[in-house]
């Protein structure tokens, strides 16, 4: 009786210090899920949609494709909508984020055809969330342009700002009523960088020296007039809001020197402060040491101007700014050294400008992805350092996440452990102050990794691309993800009981 009195008072305070160690997230914090019509879609030239650069990236060269794949039919979602929002329902989540298809509601890129067929899909999709209780969260640009624009330079020809800012409108029209979420862009420098400086991504343009540079100015200009459209004539009777995803990985200096903290410096500046300068520092512009430092690559080159374009008075007011809140897709940290580990790159290019070499401890974790590892306090430090550059804007995490090899089975204990540390480290910007309304996990379910195709699996939900069906399965992960939406803390010991997934009351 005595033991029991004492072992029950033991129980009670283990407990007492639990409640007082355990942190939650905040009752109104999104939670939610991401993914890209590219990439989950399908039915590429099914009711009059016209082609983009994947589609024709992947039909005329597939070999740039690792297992020569296509998003052809992808996830199909196109024809799955309802049970993706099943999905959704299953996980309990607050909100999803996803992106519209350019060229399935303007087949040519240009805004004097719409596509009713196009609008009726996502019409009904949106629809669908909200009878459920779910914010649907728009991407415009999730780099599936229309194959038309790409003939005309694409992101080099600076009439991109007027045709973007036209398919924006049309958006704004026909899904402002229910849509308030907006994102002009899915990380502009996979677009510019990846697309047009390099050939990791459609259309491969691989102009090294000048490519990304081009694409960056006209990219943040695009952004900029989409949002005063937004912000002058959408806004006033929606009511809602409108900004950017950057992808911000960090990149911390490997040792203490001061050399090392500024190659770090330089490498965050090149990577995504080249698209984030412009639109959240008070100045504006393009970063101040990249700048001078491709001006004095470029002079050493023999350009007789720099690489690097600037902004007039004008543009860099008009971009300035221009933003309701600053989207983050996080997946990793690599380390920054001023003299070892130094890239080999072309020259000129992105890589050579910023001259420096980046590292990865063996001891992180590495995923299916060779550049995905996990790392101690990433988005802690990614957070708090966009947090004192701008002036603590309104953040979400609009995407982060771990990839499986295919042939796994269910029970994705690595990616569990990636979450878990990821909402550790959200709680602990949280705690910091940063100023972090939502969080969105990559992704809702398998789909089509751009050129690994279908090699790498990111979803909480497994897709048998096998089967003409594309069933989706939840994985163990799918199961805590909705344990830590439900509970609002992170369960550690969390073990689901059984993996059979069912929809709670009140979704
Ligand atoms: C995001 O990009 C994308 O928004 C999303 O569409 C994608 O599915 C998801 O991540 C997972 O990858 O080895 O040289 O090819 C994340 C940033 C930058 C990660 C480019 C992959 C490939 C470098 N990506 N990187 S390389």
Redesign the pocket.
């Known amino acids: 009786m005595k033991l029991l009195f004492v072992l029950s008072l033991v129980a009670v305070a283990c407990h007492a210090a639990n409640a007082e160690e355990r942190r939650s997230f905040p009752a109104d914090f999104l939670f939610g899920c991401a993914t ?1 019509a590219y ?1 989950v879609e399908g039915a590429w030239d099914e009711d009059g949609k016209g082609e983009n650069i994947w589609d024709h990236m992947t039909h005329n060269r597939p070999t740039t494709i690792k297992d020569l794949s296509t998003g052809d039919i992808a996830a199909d979602s196109y024809h799955n909508y309802k049970r993706d929002v099943e999905i959704m329902r299953e996980l309990g989540l607050d909100a999803y984020r996803f992106s519209l298809s350019w060229s399935r509601i303007l087949p040519t890129g240009f805004a004097n055809e719409v596509n009713p067929k196009g609008i009726e899909y996502y019409n009904n999709f949106i629809d669908e969330m909200l009878k459920y209780g779910i914010t649907p969260m728009i991407t415009l640009y ?2 599936d342009l229309p194959q038309k624009l790409q003939e005309l330079g694409g992101f080099v020809n600076p009439l991109i700002a007027n045709w973007f800012e036209d398919y924006a409108r049309v958006a704004y029209e026909n899904f402002g009523d229910r849509v308030k979420h907006w994102i002009t862009f ?2 502009p420098r ?1 677009i510019c960088y ?1 697309g047009y400086g390099g050939d ?1 991504k459609a259309p491969m343009v691989n102009s090294t020296a000048v490519g990304t540079y081009l694409c960056a100015k006209n990219l943040v200009l695009s952004h900029a007039n989409a949002y005063h459209a937004y912000n002058n004539d959408f806004k006033p009777t929606q009511g809602g809001q409108c900004g950017i995803t950057i ?1 911000v990985n960090w990149f911390g200096p490997l040792t203490d020197s001061e050399e090392d903290q500024f190659a770090a410096e330089i490498r965050r500046q090149g990577e995504w402060g080249l698209y984030a300068e412009p639109i959240f520092s008070a100045e504006g512009g393009f970063p101040k040491e990249f700048t001078e430092r491709v001006a004095a690559k470029s002079a050493e080159q023999g350009f007789p101007r720099s690489r690097l374009p600037t902004f007039t008075d004008e543009e860099r007011a008009w971009v300035r700014g221009a933003s309701d809140f600053f989207g983050v ?1 996080h ?1 990793t940290t690599f380390l920054v050294s001023a003299t070892e580990h130094l890239d080999v790159a072309p020259v000129p290019s992105v890589i050579d400008d910023e001259g420096v070499g980046v590292y990865r401890p063996p001891e992180w974790p590495v995923s299916q ?4 590892v996990r790392a101690p306090n990433s988005i802690y430090n990614a957070l708090t350092d966009l947090q004192k550059r701008y002036n603590n804007p309104a953040f979400y995490i609009t ?1 982060n ?1 771990w ?1 499986i090899a295919p042939e796994r089975d269910l029970i994705d204990d690595d990616r569990v452990a990636y979450y878990r540390a990821a909402l550790e480290s959200v709680l602990d910007s949280l705690d910091a102050g940063v100023n972090l309304k939502g969080y969105m996990a ?2 809702l379910l398998d ?1 089509f ?3 690994e195709g279908y090699t ?1 699996r ?1 979803g909480l939900y497994n897709v048998d691309f096998e089967d003409p069906a594309r069933t989706r399965t939840a994985r163990k992960s799918a199961y805590v993800y909705k344990h830590i939406i439900k509970n609002r803390y992170i369960d550690h010991e969390y073990e689901p009981e059984t993996l059979t997934m069912t929809i709670d009351e009140g979704h």
């Not at 992805?369 to 995905?372: A, D, E, G, N, T």
């Open positions: 890209a990439q999730h780099w899915n990380e996979e990846e990791r992808s897709n997946y992805s060779s550049w995905l995407e996440g990839s990559w992704s789909n990794e751009w050129l790498e990111f």
